[in-house]
């Protein structure tokens, strides 16, 4: 078994259990048909702290063909009444876009990759210098795509919505056979949305197991619930839909983060992964200013020296500066060195 990954990179930016969440805001369609929404969802993804921005690079006629047969229709759902291809003229990120969205990107300073659809798309994206690839859920049975994407020494990053166990084997390693070898795999229900009680995020961990990669998330769940959670299962990198505003509507707005909730969902990932710390019983540097105010041994009332000391005489109280509780019987009958008066906290010392 190929050991787990510490981590891969992209711009320099390293993705693993050891360091905080990377948060990919996916720009889908919601830049609706207009490149200047686009760019500007790329400034304000920068500007709410997500790592990186993922693109979507196809265009109708790379995804299917012009047909109005029954198999090209979509029946229910937020597509409803739309073919494919009709779907995907509203919906696609034109090739012609990529050049500026990628200037823009690096101008501001946030990571821009894209999943490509087919190979004309890699032959783009290679040309643009993109630093990672994406393999869409719907793609990852599509083998000759996948091994294409991995022959580009990029990391890939594999989206695993809808495919079962030997799916994912197949195309984890076609990827290998190819020359991948950063490779994080994304938990993922191909719903959209998708309903919070079939999200199985129990899944993560045991994925990273069985494939001996890095793992994340590729969330369609409704708010951030979902995401923050899975950290705590090992996800080191989640992706989540972003708009502007859902009230401009769009072909995934209904199931996007809005700013104000992108930026929720940065910090509340990285307080998760802070959270998790590391397993460990001794003093927490947070905890040493309240470790006097547990429990110990007391002086409830002034015993002279030769005295017996009695259980009447001391408690057990806070503060913590005398005996442990534990010693209470042993202190108990012994006569006192010295006189003790009340509210002493009890040394051995002061017993003889």
């Not at 759902?77 to 919906?91: P, S």
């Not at 919505?161 to 950063?182: F, P, T």
């Amino acid at each position: 078994m190929i050991n787990v990954q510490k981590y891969i990179e992209i711009e320099k930016r390293r993705i693993g259990p050891e360091y905080p969440p990377y948060v990919v805001a996916e720009l889908s369609a919601n830049h609706n048909g207009k490149l200047d929404r686009a760019l500007e969802t790329l400034v304000m993804a920068k500007e709410m702290g997500a790592d990186a921005v993922k693109l979507q690079t196809y265009s109708p006629d790379t995804m299917t063909i012009d047909c109005d047969n029954e198999d090209f229709q979509i029946k229910g759902g937020l597509w409803d009444g739309y073919n494919l291809y009709k779907l995907y003229e509203w919906a696609q990120t034109p090739f012609e876009w990529h050049q500026a969205l990628f200037t823009k990107a690096r101008e501001i300073g946030i990571t821009v990759f894209s999943t490509p659809f087919d190979e004309t798309a890699v032959d783009l994206l290679e040309e643009l210098e993109a630093p990672a690839y994406k393999v869409a859920s719907f793609e990852v049975v599509d083998l000759p795509l996948i091994s294409k994407i991995a022959k580009t020494g990029k990391p890939v990053i594999m989206s695993t919505g809808m495919a079962n166990l030997a799916e994912i084997s197949e195309a984890v390693e076609c990827a290998r056979d190819n020359g991948c070898k950063d490779l994080l795999l994304l938990h993922c229900i191909s719903s959209y949305p998708a309903p919070i009680e079939e999200a199985n995020l129990r899944t993560i961990p045991d994925m990273r197991d069985r494939f001996s990669t890095l793992v994340g998330l590729s969330d369609h769940t409704l708010g951030v619930t979902a995401s923050v959670a899975s950290v705590a299962l090992g996800a080191c990198f989640i992706e989540k839909h972003v708009t502007l505003s859902r009230a401009d509507k769009g072909p995934d707005s209904e199931f996007s983060l809005e700013p104000s909730e992108l930026r929720d969902l940065c910090s509340s990932a990285k307080a998760a992964w802070l959270a998790l710390g590391k397993a460990g019983y001794d003093l927490k540097p947070a905890e040493e200013a309240n470790i006097k105010f547990r429990r110990s041994i007391y002086a409830i009332r002034d015993i002279d020296a030769g005295e017996r000391i009695t259980s009447d005489k001391i408690r057990i109280i806070r503060p913590g500066y005398g005996l442990a509780p534990k010693h209470f019987q042993d202190v108990v009958g012994r006569k006192a060195k010295a006189k003790i008066k009340r509210g002493t906290a009890l040394q051995w010392h002061y017993v003889d």
